[in-house]
């Protein structure tokens, strides 16, 4: 099952844009592409990819080499599988694009889509995005497909040395403690929460541009704190 569609982004980054400058006078930094070997800066139009192998050699990979490799169609779905939505790890999943269809395309992204909705399922897919092939999750969200690009399963590192020791011992007034606490703190409204860190800079540089100088720290910023027991922790959050 192939869906020609074109790809829009469906997140933006709402940070502060810097930009790199010389801290004595602010100019610009800039970045030349110089060849080592010459000395000499080396125009977009010839530049190439290369591979360095174990004794030193380069192989140089032509324009012609990478058209001969198997890619699928650009601007192409094709559905390989359909799978619960819980059974896709997260940690796999990367960017999230909105997949809006071609118009010939309409009538099966509407069916595909209304089809995912209801029955809570997500639909994987190949495709070629930036001249490789990408493995690519399909769910349904108000009527649009959103396509959430993945790594392939050997691009995930295992847990090792991050696992805790198993014979660390979980007692259960440690487990109903944290059973409480979750009950208490309850559910989230995810659209009300807000990045104080962004609006913190957002009005530093104000502060610098209009030459108030540096703000002193907020009271009651998130500071570190030394460890302490996990029951001990519970216990002061719930009678807090």
């Avoid at 080396?42 to 080499?65: F, M, N």
């Avoid at 399909?138 to 399963?153: E, F, K, N, S």
């Avoid at 209009?210 to 460890?227: D, H, V, Y």
């Amino acid at each position: 099952m192939s869906i020609p569609v074109q790809l829009v982004p469906a997140t933006e980054e709402q940070g502060v844009r810097f930009h790199q400058v010389h801290a004595k006078d602010g100019s610009p930094i800039r970045y030349r592409r110089v060849c080592e070997e010459e000395g000499k800066e080396v125009p977009q139009s010839e530049i190439a990819k290369g591979y360095r192998t174990s004794d030193g050699r380069v192989v140089v990979l032509e324009e012609e080499d990478w058209e001969s490799l198997p890619l699928p169609d650009k601007d192409v779905v094709e559905v390989v599988a359909f799978v619960d939505e819980g059974d896709v790890d997260p940690v796999l999943l990367a960017r999230a694009y909105y997949a809006r269809p071609d118009a010939p395309a309409s009538r099966p992204y509407a069916l595909l889509a209304r089809a995912l909705a209801r029955s809570h399922r997500a639909a994987i897919a190949r495709m070629a995005l930036r001249n490789r092939e990408t493995l690519a999750l399909l769910r349904a969200r108000d009527g649009v497909l959103v396509l959430h690009t993945m790594l392939w399963p050997d691009e995930l590192r295992p847990p090792d040395g991050v696992v805790p020791d198993t014979s660390v011992a979980v007692r259960p007034k440690d487990l109903r403690l944290a059973d409480a606490l979750m009950d208490q703190l309850g559910g989230v409204e995810i659209g009300e929460l807000t990045d104080t860190y962004r609006k913190a800079v957002e009005d530093l540089v104000a502060t610098k541009v209009w030459g108030a100088g540096t703000p002193g720290r907020a009271p009651g910023g998130r500071a570190r704190q030394k460890a302490e027991g996990l029951t001990d922790a519970l216990e002061r959050s719930l009678t807090g």
